[in-house]
């Protein structure tokens, strides 16, 4: 890192240099008096240090964003888009364990994957079922996107929770900092955003329709297994 950076003021020392070393002897030479010759030399040292300084935040701006490449460096909104389903279903069921240990209140959390932006109504009574189903009073929904002003309506007359990326990015953002690195490296790690087959659970490939020429995720088992992903968030590139 600091071998990296390491150009970027070397460069602003020598511009610095360089200005002085054609403008100091000009500044001596041209006025014919001595004031004439310190103000002209004063000048060219402020010239030179003003430019160093635009020079050096120039050389910063540009490194910034070379620093993390693949975003994937610190939690953003757009890494947790990133993530295939299961990765996300797996951060969540850390946070939860990190967060809140073995004393939680039981409740049903569900995850919505990547590929949905707006949650609707529909996984929000999914949630209902399941939480009657198993008995349990809450429920919490968890998405990266957001959710519809349906859900939410329906959502407060229930014990149900809704949790939406933004949200969850500062649940984790109040974790102590090195439990927050630990579940980014979870969630980072390997290949983290080709989605996982639902029902080989195998990770699957990108393919091309034949007739719309459309990119797709399709299962390694096909024609065995016939499940795909289409028009997700994280379209094969
Ligand atoms: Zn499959």
């Known amino acids: 890192m600091r071998e990296r ?12 240099a360089a200005i002085l070393a054609l403008g100091v002897p000009i ?11 310190v103000y002209a030399s004063g000048a060219v040292v402020l010239i030179a240090a003003a430019a160093a300084i635009l020079a050096a935040a120039l050389v910063r701006r540009r490194k910034e964003p070379a620093e993390d490449p693949s975003g994937t460096g610190r939690w953003s909104l ?8 299961r990765r996300f279903e797996e951060l969540c069921a850390a946070y939860y364990e990190v967060a809140e240990g073995a004393d939680k209140p039981p409740s049903v959390v569900q995850c919505k994957p990547s590929s949905v932006y707006t949650v609707g109504i529909k996984p929000v009574r999914e949630l209902r079922a ?14 990266c996107g957001t959710f519809t002003s349906e859900a939410k309506e329906f959502s407060r007359g229930e014990s149900i929770r809704l949790i939406d990326g933004g949200e969850l990015l500062r649940k984790i953002g109040a974790l102590a900092p090195e439990q927050g690195q630990a579940l980014l490296k979870l969630a980072t790690a390997g290949d983290f955003s080709t989605p996982t087959c639902p029902a080989c659970g195998i990770k699957m490939t990108a393919r091309t329709s034949s007739t719309e020429g459309r990119k797709f995720w399709g299962c390694l088992n096909y024609p065995r297994c016939k499940r795909t992903f289409f028009g997700a968030s994280n379209a094969p590139a």
């Open 78 to 85: 757009e890494l947790l888009r990133r993530l295939e389903w």
């Open 5 to 16: 950076l390491g150009s970027g003021p070397r460069i602003v020392r020598a511009l610095f």
């Open 27 to 37: 500044a001596i030479a041209l006025p014919t008096d001595l004031n004439g010759k």
């Open 130 to 143: 399941a939480m009657a189903a198993a008995g349990v009073p809450q429920g919490v929904l968890l998405a």
